[in-house]
């Protein structure tokens, strides 16, 4: 009999679902399930639980119809659970490695109705803070189950479902469901440890509770808050219904006071306006339901508040509040102060520039103009080159303009409107552009002004981790500022992705309110519009003979290892390709800022690092050997043999962090040895059926959007303002 059914309710949480499910099946523990719930959620939740559900039989994925909402998207997979013990986990939430062991040993051991467990919040800056449970309980209880009654102080910790493992017999025994509407937690939670006769606490942090930076209900501005009355009502009824209960009352009535003034005080959720009428409603229940006895009062600041609200005294507890919040405010202005750094002559130039910039702040916005960049002002190049290309044919009241390096200006095609990055035109365009559209983001001094729309299109489908994933791990995220690149990150207004996997990573790297445009990426739309004639005349500029087979080998950069380079003898691969094949080597963008040699080439080998248009490397190209680069989502679009090498894939997965296993999922044949590359092509299994078919899946899952109208789309939302 399966041991643990988890029912995990989603709901716009793509961008962490799958390190939810992968926590679950990942555990070297195997008897369990995995109800997924797609609660009619408008982003690729759904598609995800499927793709799991296929893979992996312990996996069942439920589509609702609609969005139902939390509480009773739980009840839809308490339905169809089997397991002895249900555990109800949120799509953004994970479990710790390796705890499920010990939650079945216990739970094998004591056969608790309920068993609690411990938990961190994980917030999106990566800090971890411990839970209440030391604080509650002091010492660890054991493994010894006791009733409320005899250790009422566990009604303090945090009123969750997914904190909690619950014997599915008692609770269908119970009759106990989730209710409709926000805080459903309190009117399952409480009932739960009430009736229960066996509680278990397992002192062990099993649950990685998300903080997220934005969507989460509990930062949510809304008046929908007030249903949390409703939920404690739930539970007073219960206890109602139970006289055996009645001496519990006095601490889940001091809960209850204590989670309504939690909720009043915290500002991200009750709107200014709204708050004397919330405190008016916690004066009443505090009436309504307070016990005949009296009940435990806290003291100091949180038993004066207690009895403002009995009084109902709300401006006299809204002065206590304005006051507590200038203390805390003085102390933190304290701890943020920071002497003051002699400037440089650069600084004090730079200074001035940006003292430009404000001024041309001041003045109006030009209503065509479109300011462009790539990678850093190299030229005009990725996806805001297809982007402009498509919005000179389609938009041509926008006027485009490019910031570009002053070492890069001979790159740009002719005809090119640019202004040089660091100068005052550049400043001027940045402060009066109506659009700015970049494939990385413009630097911290960039204010988004109102009318300003900022375009974030990305350079790449993300394999190695990225943004605020790269916290957990620090040897790829040397020098990062993350608390300012979720500054930059919150101008954006549109974030351009190339398929549901991309959309997905991007929400949990960057979490902010920008509009997700899935439509493919513009700069794909060449490959797929490409002529024989064109691919040919490509051929002929790189100095490539009609017959000759063309291997680009294109790996990424390893930014936790300064000099690294695969192994690699270009030689001996092009004796294995035999005498027709010839090999472009292309390094990371980021090499040339680095100062960095090319290789020395010649003959069939040619370092192409200084090829402007890496498509044109596409499209001359045969095969493509890569290893983490997102090359291989472009290159897939041609839909030509590609080849992954990646000889230091554990090493590189536990230093520098990836989304995916890119030899588990690869787009056609895998090598992870320099001598496993070369027999892969004088075997033939390049091109093989197993190849094949790796190649077909992944052009289905990742290149479904590149159909050589991605910039069109792009353009007619954001420039022309078209919608659907």
């Not at 937690?185 to 606490?201: K, M, W």
Request: net charge positive; proline share 6%; glycine share 8%.
């Amino acid at each position: 009999m399966t041991l643990i059914s988890f029912v995990v309710p989603a709901f716009r949480v793509q961008g962490y679902l799958r390190e939810c499910l992968d926590s679950l099946l990942g555990q070297p523990y195997r008897e369990i399930e995995v109800i997924g719930v797609d609660d009619g959620s408008p982003d690729a939740c759904g598609d995800i639980l499927d793709e799991y559900a296929a893979r992996d039989p312990r996996v069942r994925a439920v589509r609702l119809p609609a969005n139902v909402g939390l509480g009773p998207a739980r009840n839809a997979g308490l339905d169809r659970a089997t397991g002895e013990y249900v555990w109800f986990l949120d799509g953004d939430d994970w479990l710790a490695p390796d705890c499920l062991p010990e939650v079945a040993d216990r739970l094998t051991a004591t056969r608790p109705d309920v068993l609690l467990v411990d938990h961190v919040r994980v917030h999106w800056d990566d800090r971890a803070t411990r839970s209440a449970l030391s604080d509650v309980f002091g010492e660890p209880p054991g493994a010894a189950t006791f009733r409320l009654a005899d250790r009422p102080e566990a009604v303090r910790l945090l009123h969750t479902a997914w904190n909690r493992l619950v014997r599915r017999e008692f609770l269908t025994g119970l009759g106990l469901r989730f209710a409709p509407g926000w805080y459903e937690d309190v009117a399952f939670s409480y009932p739960v440890l009430l009736a229960a006769g066996r509680i278990g606490v397992l002192d062990r942090v099993c649950v990685n509770y998300r903080q997220r930076r934005s969507g989460a209900i509990t930062r949510t501005l809304d008046d929908r808050h007030f249903e949390v009355f409703d939920q404690w009502h739930r539970v007073f009824g219960f206890l109602d219904e139970r006289p055996e209960l009645a001496g519990l009352r006095p601490v889940v009535f001091e809960r209850m006071i204590w989670h309504y003034l939690t909720v009043l005080g915290n500002g991200d959720r009750i709107a200014p306006a709204l708050r004397p009428a919330f405190f008016r409603r916690i004066t009443a229940d505090h009436r309504r339901f307070r016990p005949a006895g009296g009940y435990p009062v806290p003291d100091g600041l949180d038993g004066l508040k207690h009895r403002l609200v009995a009084a109902g005294r709300w401006r006299t507890f809204r002065a206590l509040r304005t006051a507590h919040q200038a203390r805390e405010r003085a102390r933190s202005t304290g701890r943020q102060a920071r002497p003051v750094v002699r400037r440089t002559a650069r600084l004090a130039r730079d200074a001035l520039l940006h003292e430009y910039y404000r001024a041309e702040l001041r003045r109006p916005i030009d209503p065509t103009l479109a300011v462009y960049a790539a990678y850093w002002y190299r030229g005009c190049a990725c996806n805001p080159a297809a982007i402009a290309a498509a919005a000179r044919r389609l938009a041509p009241h926008v006027r485009g303009v490019w910031i570009v390096r002053r070492d890069r200006i001979d790159t740009l095609p002719p005809g090119t409107e640019y202004v040089v990055a660091g100068t005052r035109d550049c400043q001027r365009a940045l402060a009066r552009a109506r659009w700015l559209v970049n494939n990385v983001n413009f630097p911290d001094f960039v204010r988004k002004r109102p009318g300003q729309v900022h375009v974030q299109t990305h350079h790449g489908t993300p394999v190695k981790v990225m943004g605020l994933d790269q916290q957990r791990y620090p040897l790829g995220a040397v020098g990062t500022d993350f608390a300012g690149l979720l500054r930059r990150v919150d101008r954006w207004d549109y974030s351009i992705t190339s398929n549901a996997f991309s959309t997905q990573m991007w929400d949990r790297a960057y979490p902010a309110d920008y509009v997700r445009l899935e439509v493919g990426y513009p700069r794909n739309d060449r490959l797929v519009t490409a002529t024989a004639e064109e691919v040919r005349a490509v051929r002929v500029r790189l100095g490539v003979d009609p017959g000759d087979r063309v291997v680009l080998y294109a790996p990424t950069h390893r930014e936790h290892l300064p000099g690294y380079r695969p192994p690699f003898d270009p030689y001996r691969l092009l004796a294995a390709l035999g005498p027709a094949g010839r090999l472009l080597v292309r390094s990371h963008y980021f090499h040339d800022r680095e100062g960095r040699g090319r290789r020395r080439t010649g003959g069939r080998v040619r370092d192409v690092s200084d090829v402007a248009a890496v498509e044109d490397l596409y499209l001359a190209a045969d095969v493509l050997v890569t290893d983490y680069s997102s090359a291989m989502f472009d290159y897939a679009v041609l839909d030509r043999p590609i080849v992954i090498y990646a000889p230091d894939r554990d090493a590189y997965r536990l230093a520098r962090g990836v989304y995916f296993d890119v030899t588990a999922e690869a787009p056609g044949a895998v090598a992870v040895t320099f001598d496993e590359l070369c027999a892969l092509f004088r075997s033939g299994a390049v091109t093989g059926a197993p190849a094949e078919g790796a190649r077909r899946a992944f052009r289905e899952r990742f290149c479904g959007w590149d159909d050589g109208h991605a910039a069109e789309r792009v353009v007619r939302r954001v420039f022309l303002g078209e919608h659907g």
